[in-house]
């Protein structure tokens, strides 16, 4: 019986409950589709041409109808998360690697869907177990792929790229990026988070239009800005913190009061030159910038200022001090009064485990 056929098959029998439960638990269903999209990614460029066109869709369409049900999906993530991780590490690489030849919006979007399920469905598991997310290079290479395949324009596809790359846990060695990676990585995203947005929240009279207005017409936190500003924030602040503690003081987290302590714990540990390449001023000028556009957000003004904070201030020289003291202005007192937001609590969100995808 040819791998064609046994797809088919499968395709049929998963629209039963019963059968799907029975295939995923006792058969190992999930390890069978990763083998065959493992498989494509070495067969020969027409092969593989041929497979993507025919074999994937079907095999995305047996995954949806698997992780439609809701039970399922919860003992996958009690059970079998490693199986849905390896499976989507290797949906990954063949986007990133065959992304021209997905030349059918629909198929791109069944490939980020099954990333988005299985980072959302990592984010609900205990801390001690492993978690799926992306490295920072691994985000880098996604935004390229989605780029080649909407044809660098905006579309639903960038859109959907985009709530992929803000499901994964904000990566900390953002900072490390090479600058030119960086500024594409972070163009990519605030425009099409501005783009998604303005699809959603302009009028079709609306051509002289303000940003600001988004504030006005939705909630903020609904909205893919506000959610890249508090993911840019917490890969920032969550930075800071896993740079100052390690595993031999982590409970000392609990002394993280204000945000001076954290930017004075934080120079006795790397002085002035942590940040390099540029980074910290790219990140803080798009941190800025997002929360220009959302205007005053009492829910994330705190942890932007933290953010900027820590960017912009992190190894100020005596010079630099002297300017805010002759404005009248002791910078130390005014940031001692500024709590720490909370992503400064290690619990705020889970990080586990990083499956390396940039590195398939």
């Keep these: 019986m040819s791998k064609e056929l046994i797809i088919q098959i499968v395709r049929k029998a998963v629209k039963l409950h019963k059968m799907t439960w029975f295939l995923v638990e ?18 020969e460029y027409e092969d593989r041409k041929n497979c993507i066109f025919t074999q994937l869709p079907i095999i995305l369409e047996v995954i949806n109808d698997v992780t439609s049900a809701r039970y399922i999906v919860e003992w996958l993530q009690k059970h079998a998360l490693e199986q849905l991780s390896e499976l989507s590490c290797h949906l990954y690489k063949l986007l990133i690697g065959d992304g021209e030849l997905m030349e ?48 660098k324009k905006y579309s639903p596809c960038a859109a959907l790229g985009l709530k992929v790359v803000l499901m994964s846990t904000p990566p900390t060695t953002v900072m490390g990026m090479d600058q030119e990676n960086l500024s594409k990585f972070l163009s990519w995203a605030v425009r099409n988070a501005i783009q998604s947005e303005s699809t959603k929240v302009l009028q079709p009279e609306e051509s002289n239009y303000q940003m600001t207005a988004w504030s006005e017409k939705e909630e903020p936190e609904d909205s893919l800005v506000s959610k890249l500003l508090r993911w840019l924030t917490a890969s920032v602040i969550l930075r800071k913190i896993s740079c100052k503690f390690n595993t031999d003081n982590i409970w000392e987290q609990s002394n993280i009061n204000n945000l001076q302590f954290l ?37 994330l ?60």
């Excluded at 390890?31 to 999209?37: D, G, T, Y």
């Excluded at 490939?111 to 997310?133: A, C, E, M, W």
């Excluded at 001023?281 to 556009?293: G, W």
């Excluded at 900027?308 to 190894?315: F, T, V």
């Design 104 to 151: 059918e919006q629909r198929t791109v979007n069944s490939v980020l869907q099954i990333l988005r399920l299985v980072l959302k469905i990592s984010q609900k598991r205990k801390v001690y177990q492993p978690h799926f997310t992306l490295s920072d290079e691994g985000l880098f290479q996604l935004c390229e792929a989605i780029d080649v395949c909407s044809k």
């Design 263 to 299: 930017l004075e714990c934080h120079e006795k540990r790397f002085g002035e030159n942590e940040v390099g390449y540029g980074c910290g001023e790219i990140l803080a000028a798009s941190i800025f910038y997002l929360q220009q556009l959302l205007g005053v957000n009492r829910r």
């Design 301 to 360: 003004l705190p942890s932007v200022v933290s953010a900027l904070c820590l960017l912009l201030l992190s190894g100020s020289s005596s010079t630099d001090m002297e300017i805010w003291l002759g404005l009248g202005i002791s910078l130390p007192l005014l940031l001692s009064k500024i709590r720490c937001p909370a992503e400064a609590n290690p619990a705020w969100r889970c990080r586990g485990e990083i499956f390396p995808l940039s590195l398939i």
């Design 26 to 43: 006792h058969c190992g269903l999930i390890l069978w589709l990763s083998s065959i999209v493992s498989s494509l990614c070495w067969e």
